[in-house]
DNA sequence: TCAGGAGCTGACCGAACGGTCAGATAACGT
DNA sequence: ACGTTATCTGACCGTTCGGTCAGCTCCTGA
C-alpha cells in the first residue's frame, strides 16, 4: 500500500493525490487507509522516511569524499546507486520538496540535500562548476526518475548504470582536478 | 495576474494552487480571476501558450539541424536560450505535464518534446549515447528551473547562460562525432 | 465456547474546491 | 445627462477533500 500511494504521489503530486484514489488502487476503502496511517502526511513521511534515512547515512559517510578524485568517483557510484533504489522517493522529494515544506521527513531530506550542497559548494568557487555540477546531479536524478516507466524492462538496468556514472563522473571529476592539486590524476 | 497564477502553478502545482490562491496574490476576488479566464484550465493554458507557441517554433526549424556538429551546437544555444525565457512554463511543462495530460496546451507540448526526442533518438542506438543526451537536457532545464529563486541576481545570469552552454555542448557534440562521420570537425 | 482485539467499512462532518449568477460600480461615447 | 459596456464582487451551488466514528467481520488464545 505504501508503494501504491508512492506511485500515486510521483504521478499526480501529493497534493494532487486522494486519498479516495490511493485507497482505490489498492483495493480497499478510504477508512481502512487512515486506520492503517493516522493521516495522509503520515502516509507521505511513511513511505519517504527509509529513502531519507538511507540518504542521511550516504552522505554522513560521504560528506569527506568529494574533495580528492578517487573518493568522489566512489561518490558517484554510490549516489547513482542510491538513486536507481530510491527513485520514486527522490522524485517527491525533489519536484515537490517545496510545496511540501513544513513535513517533517520532506524538511530532513532538503537539509541533507542543502549539507551536500555545501560541501560540494565549499570548494566549486566559480559559477561554470556549480553550474557542473547542478546539471550533472540533477540530469541523473532526472533521468532515472523521468523516462523508467516507459523503458524498465526494454533496456537493461545495468546499462543504465553504467552510463550514468560513467556521464557524471566525466562531469565531476575534472571540477576536482582543476580546482584541487592534492590528488593524483586517476588516469 | 498571468505572471502570479504561473508562479503558483511552479510553487504549489497546478492542482494545488486554488483560484481562491491565485486572487489573493493578484488583489482580486475569485469571480474576477473567472471573469477573464472562463476556468481554472484556460487559464493555465494562457499561462503556458506562448512558450508552447515559441517551443514548437523553435523545433521546426532546427529538427533537421541535430545531425551535424555545429549546427547542433548552434541548437544548444538557442535551446538553453528558450529556456532562460520560458523558466516557469518549463518548469510546470516538465515537472506536472504526466498529470496534466488532456489539457490541449500541455499535450501540444509533450508532442513537441516527443518530437525532439525522436529525432535525437534516431540517430543515438547505444543507451550511453542517450543517458548523456538526456542528462544534458534534463540537467539543463532543471537547473535552470529549480536554482534560479534564490540567486538570479547574485549571480550573473550571463555567466550561468555561458556556463550551461559549454557543458550541454560538451556533454551533446561528441554523440554526433563518434557516431555521424559526415560532418567536419569543430576545432 | 466465547471474550477480545485487529482489520475493515459506510455514513457522516466541516471545510475548501471550481464554477455560476445577479447585481454593484465605474468609465465612456453620444 | 444618459444608456452601454467592461470590470468586479458576494452569495450561492454541487462536489470532493481529509478526517471521525460506530459498528461489522474475522481470527485467535484461554
Redesign the pocket.
Known amino acids: 500500500m505504501l508503494r501504491i500511494a508512492l506511485e500515486q504521489f510521483c504521478e499526480i503530486g501529493y ?1 494532487g ?5 490511493i ?1 482505490d488502487r489498492a ?17 507521505l513521511e511513511a513511505a519517504i522516511a527509509p529513502a531519507v534515512d538511507q540518504l542521511d547515512a550516504l552522505l554522513t559517510h560521504s560528506i569527506n569524499r568529494v574533495s580528492s578524485v578517487e573518493l568522489r568517483e566512489a561518490f558517484v557510484e554510490e549516489f547513482i546507486d542510491y538513486l536507481l533504489e530510491y527513485r520514486l522517493q527522490a522524485h517527491v522529494i525533489i519536484n515537490q520538496g517545496q510545496s511540501l515544506a513544513g513535513i517533517p521527513t520532506v524538511d530532513r531530506a532538503r537539509g541533507s540535500i542543502d549539507r551536500l550542497s555545501e560541501s560540494f559548494m565549499a570548494e566549486l568557487p566559480t559559477t561554470a562548476q556549480r553550474i557542473r555540477l547542478g546539471v550533472a546531479l540533477a540530469g541523473a536524478a532526472y533521468v532515472l526518475v523521468a523516462v523508467p516507466p516507459m523503458a524498465e524492462e526494454v533496456v537493461p538496468l545495468a546499462d543504465i548504470r553504467a552510463a550514468l556514472i560513467a556521464v557524471v563522473a566525466e562531469l565531476v571529476t575534472p571540477l576536482a582536478q582543476q580546482q584541487s592539486l592534492n590528488s593524483t590524476p586517476s588516469h
Open positions: 497534493i493525490t486522494s486519498l479516495q484514489n485507497a483495493g480497499y476503502s478510504k477508512s481502512s487507509v487512515l486506520y492503517h496511517f493516522a493521516s495522509k502526511e503520515a502516509l
